[in-house]
C-alpha cells in the first residue's frame, strides 16, 4: 500500500501524491523508480497495518511469486520466483531463491519461514540476481533488513489474540549506552496458537499449532558521522508439533475413509519437533569520502531441526519417516561503493564455508518388529569463492548503461550412506543392515562466470524505460539419497542449473504523481535444470531418488504492479503476474524399466500458477482524535501443480479475500488492530506428497497426502509505545 504525502496547506486544495520509496536492490539506496529491477518493497508501518504475520504472507501481494511453508512443515519456506526455486528441501540441496537478513545470505530452507519482528523493510527482486547477489539468486532475493537504531529510549509491547486461541506477545525497544555513539536494541517475541486440527489417532494432539520462541539483540556504535559498526544476534526455537497431512484416498492396507476436514489427520507418528536457528553478524560500513563507500559483513549462522513425517498418514509404523538436519555456516563480505556525478558502482569479494549434515529413516513395516527400515544419512561441505562488480555509467543526463560480472567457484564434498535395515530401526539403534545401497565420499567444483548487461533511459522524470540481460546459476551438488546398487552412477554429481533472463520494463508515475504504473515483461531460458524425481520399485519397498540434470525449459511472462492515491484518505493497488512456462526437454532412468525415459511432454513446472493477482484498498479518516485505517485485499491464484508431473494433489485456483482495520492513538502511543484473514475460509492445498499407488505406492500404501493453508482466522492486536 501506498503512503500519502501532503502539501500546500494554505491553498484551497491539498497536494496528493505518493510518497517515495528507498530500496537497496543494488546494494545502494536509491529510488525505487529509478532502479531497473522489478522490485517490491514492503515497509515495516505498512506490514503492521495489513497484519502480515511472516514472509509467506506477501505471496499474495507479489506477481509471479510463491512463498509457502514446506510440506510437513512449520518453518521450512518454499520459494519460486517466475518458475524458479526449490521443490525438494533435503539437507544439501540448493536453493533457486536467495534470502537474506540484514544482508546475510542465508542457505538452507528450514527456519526461513521468518516472522515480522523488528522489520524496516523487506524487499522482493524478481528475476536473476547473479552479480550483486549470487549463486541461488536465479529465482530472485528476498531481503529482510531489520530496523537501524536511532539511539532515542524507546519501548514497544504488542499483543495478539485470535482464533484458535492464538496468543502472541512481542517485545521491541533501545536504549542509549553512550550518548549519540553506542546504542542498545532488543527484540523478542512469543508465538502460540492451537491446531486447526487434530491428530486422531493419538488423543486429538494439536496439528497445525504454534509454538515459537525469538529473539534478537543489537549493539550499534557510531564513533564518527563516517563510521557505522553493528554487532547483532538473533535465535529462533520452534516447538510446534510436527504436521499430519491429509489423505485424498482411502487407506488400502487400514481401510481408513479420507476424512471430512483437511486438518484432521490419522497420522500415528510422534508429534514432537524442534526447530532451531542463531545467527550472529558484524557489519561495519565506512564512508571514506563523498564518493566512496565501505562496507564488510561477518556472519555465522546456524540451525538444526528434528522430527517426523507420516507418509503415509496411518496409525501403523509404516512409510514414518524420523529424521533430523543440523547446518552451519559462515561468510564474509567486502564490499565498495562508488557514487559519482557520471558513475555508480559496486564491487566487492565474497566467501563462504558451510556445512549441512541429516538423517532420515523411512519405517517399511506393518507392526514392530516386523518390517524393513531405509536409512539415508551424510553430510555435503561447500566452499564458495566470489568476486563482483557492476556498475551503472550516465552516457548522458538520460541514457545510461549497466554492465556487471561476477565470478564464483563452488566447491563440495559429500558423504553418503543408504542401506536397508531388519526391523523398525530408531534414528539412535545399532539394526542389523541387510542390503546396503551407497556408502561413498565425492567432491566435486564449479566455476561460473555470471554478466549482466543493461540499458535504461529516463525519458522523463517519471519515466524509466530499461531492457536487461541477465545470467545466474544454482549450485551443482551430490544426490544425498543416492542407491548405487539400484542406479550405479547415482554417486556422479549433478551440475548447476543456468537461467539466461532477458527483461524490458517501464516504471512510470502519472496523474501528478498520484498514479504508480511498474510493468516488466521477461524470457528466461532455463538449462540444465536439476530435477528430483523420486520412483518406487515394483516390489513397493524401495524408493529411488535421483537428481537429474535433465530439465530445460522456457519461460515467458508479464507483471503489472499499479498504486493509486485517488483521494487524501482512498488508495487502491493492484498486481498481475502472468506467466508462460513449459519443460521443452525432461528424462529421468526409470528403475522398473531399466531404461532412460523421456518425460519432457508429461513434465511441467511446480509450484507457479500461470496467472496471480491482487486488489487492495486502504482507506483513513480521522475518528475522534485517533486515525482509522482499513485496508482490505482480495488475492488470486490460477490452478497449481505440486510436482514437476501431474497428480491429484494439484490445487485449482482459489481466491483470499483479508479484511483490516486498525486505530492509532494520537502520537502514535497506542495502536489497535483487528484483522480477518481468509474470511471465506477458502480451502487451499499448497504442498504434498505424492506416491499414488499406481506408480507403485510405498510400502504397500496409497500415499497421496496433502498440506494446506491456513482457515479463516481473526486476530485482535493492541500495542503501546512508550
Keep these: 500500500m501506498p503512503q ?22 543494488r546494494k545502494i539506496s536509491e529510488n525505487l523508480q529509478r532502479v531497473p529491477v522489478a522490485v517490491t518493497s514492503f515497509g515495516g508501518t505498512e506490514l503492521g497495518r495489513q497484519g502480515i504475520e511472516d514472509i509467506t504472507e506477501l505471496q499474495q501481494r507479489l506477481p509471479n511469486t ?13 520459494a519460486y520466483v517466475r518458475g524458479i526455486g526449490q521443490q525438494d528441501p533435503l539437507w544439501g540441496f540448493e536453493p533457486g531463491v536467495g534470502i537474506y537478513i540484514d544482508g546475510v ?29 549470487g549463486k541461488n539468486t536465479i529465482g530472485g532475493a528476498v531481503k529482510y533488513e531489520t530496523k537501524r537504531l536511532s539511539g532515542d529510549p524507546s519501548f514497544y509491547l504488542e499483543g495478539r489474540y485470535g482464533s484458535y486461541n492464538q496468543m502472541d506477545a512481542k517485545i521491541t525497544g533501545q536504549l542509549p549506552v553512550v550518548a549519540d555513539k553506542l546504542f542498545f536494541g532488543f527484540g523478542g517475541a ?59 484416498t482411502p487407506s488400502l492396507i487400514m481401510g481408513e475413509p479420507v476424512l471430512d476436514n483437511v486438518f484432521d489427520t490419522a497420522a500415528g507418528a510422534d508429534v514432537d519437533s524442534k526447530v532451531r536457528t542463531r545467527g550472529l553478524s558484524l557489519q561495519m560500513e565506512w564512508q571514506m569520502s563523498d564518493h566512496w563507500t565501505a562496507k564488510s559483513i561477518s556472519a555465522y549462522r546456524s540451525g538444526d531441526s528434528d522430527g517426523v513425517i507420516d507418509f503415509d498418514n496411518t496409525a501403523l509404523s509404516s512409510a514414518d519417516v524420523a529424521g533430523f538436519y543440523e547446518d552451519h555456516q559462515f561468510s564474509q563480505e567486502l564490499q565498495f561503493s562508488y557514487i559519482g556525478e557520471k558513475l555508480k558502482a559496486v564491487s566487492g569479494l565474497y566467501y563462504y564455508d558451510g556445512e549441512s549434515c541429516g538423517q532420515f529413516n523411512l519405517l517399511l513395516g506393518l507392526a514392530p518388529p516386523i518390517g524393513l527400515t531405509l536409512e539415508n544419512s551424510g553430510c555435503v561441505d561447500t566452499r564458495s569463492y566470489a568476486i563482483y562488480a557492476q556498475g551503472t555509467y550516465y552516457v548522458t543526463d538520460k541514457l545510461s548503461v549497466t554492465l556487471g560480472g561476477r565470478y564464483t567457484r563452488d566447491e563440495k564434498e559429500a558423504d553418503v550412506f543408504q542401506g536397508i535395515f531388519l526391523g523398525l530401526k530408531m534414528m539412535n539403534d545399532e539394526g542389523l543392515l541387510i542390503l546396503p545401497n551407497s556408502d561413498f565420499v565425492n567432491d566435486h567444483a564449479w566455476s561460473r562466470f555470471s554478466p549482466h548487461v543493461g540499458v535504461e533511459y529516463q525519458a522523463q522524470d517519471d519515466l524509466l524505460l530499461y531492457a536487461s540481460y541477465k545470467n545466474g546459476f544454482k549450485s551443482g551438488g551430490i544426490d544425498m539419497r543416492a542407491n548405487q546398487r539400484l542406479l550405479a552412477s547415482a554417486n ?14 517501464l ?8 498514479l504508480r504504473l511498474n510493468l516488466a515483461g521477461f524470457y528466461n ?42 483521494t487524501a484518505d482512498l488508495s487502491l493497488t493492484m498486481t498481475v503476474g502472468f506467466i508462460d512456462a513449459d519443460f521443452t526437454k525432461g528424462a529421468f532412468f526409470d528403475p522398473n524399466l531399466g531404461e532412460v525415459v523421456d518425460i519432457s511432454e508429461n513434465f511441467v513446472v511446480s509450484n507457479t500458477p500461470e496467472w496471480s493477482s491482487n486488489v487492495g484498498f486502504s482507506y483513513r479518516r480521522e475518528v475522534a482524535d485517533w486515525m482509522m485505517n482499513v485496508v482490505g485485499n482480495w488475492a488470486w491464484r490460477s490452478s497449481i501443480h505440486i510436482f514437476e508431473i501431474p497428480s491429484q494433489l494439484d490445487t485449482p485456483g482459489y481466491g483470499l479475500v483479508n479484511l483490516g482495520v486498525t486505530f492509532t492513538s494520537p502520537e ?55
Excluded: C
Design 190 to 248: 512469543t508465538l502460540n496458537r492451537d491446531g486447526f486440527g487434530s491428530f486422531l489417532s493419538q488423543g486429538n494432539k494439536e496439528n497445525y499449532n504454534k509454538s515459537l520462541l525469538t529473539g534478537r539483540l543489537k549493539l550499534e556504535f557510531h564513533p564518527t558521522e563516517n563510521f557505522f559498526m553493528r554487532l547483532s544476534g538473533d535465535i529462533t526455537q520452534d516447538n510446534s508439533n510436527s504436521k499430519g497431512g491429509h489423505r485424498l
Design 668 to 722: 502514535d502511543k497506542w495502536n489497535i488492530g483487528l484483522h480477518g484473514k481468509n474470511i471465506f475460509d477458502k480451502e487451499h492445498r499448497i504442498a504434498g506428497y505424492n506416491f499414488a499407488a499406481e506408480t507403485g505406492g510405498l510400502g504397500g500404501e496409497d500415499v497421496v497426502i496433502g498440506y494446506y493453508g491456513d482457515p479463516a482466522t481473526v486476530t485482535l492486536t493492541v500495542g503501546l509505545k512508550f
Design 492 to 505: 556422479e554429481p549433478y551440475n548447476p542449473e543456468i537461467v539466461d533472463a532477458f527483461e524490458i520494463g
Design 105 to 133: 545470505y542465508i542457505a538452507r530452507p528450514q527456519g526461513a519461514v521468518l516472522d515480522v519482528l523488528d522489520v524496516e523493510r523487506i524487499e522482493v527482486l524478481r528475476g536473476p540476481q547473479g552479480t550483486l547477489y
Design 66 to 78: 510463491t512463498l509457502q511453508v514446506s510440506r510437513g512443515t512449520n518453518s521450512t519456506l518454499t
Design 525 to 566: 531460458k532455463y538449462k540444465e535444470q536439476q530435477i528430483t524425481v523420486q520412483r518406487v520399485t515394483d516390489t513397493g519397498l524401495e524408493l529411488v531418488s535421483q537428481v537429474i540434470n535433465a530439465g530445460r525449459s522456457e519461460m515467458k511472462g508479464l507483471e503489472l504492479e499499479a498504486v493509486a492515491a485517488v
Design 4 to 25: 500519502l504525502s501532503f502539501a500546500g496547506e494554505a491553498e484551497e486544495t491539498s497536494v496528493i501524491m505518493l510518497e517515495e520509496i528507498t530500496v537497496t536492490a
Design 507 to 514: 516504471k512510470s508515475e502519472v496523474w501528478d504523481s498520484r
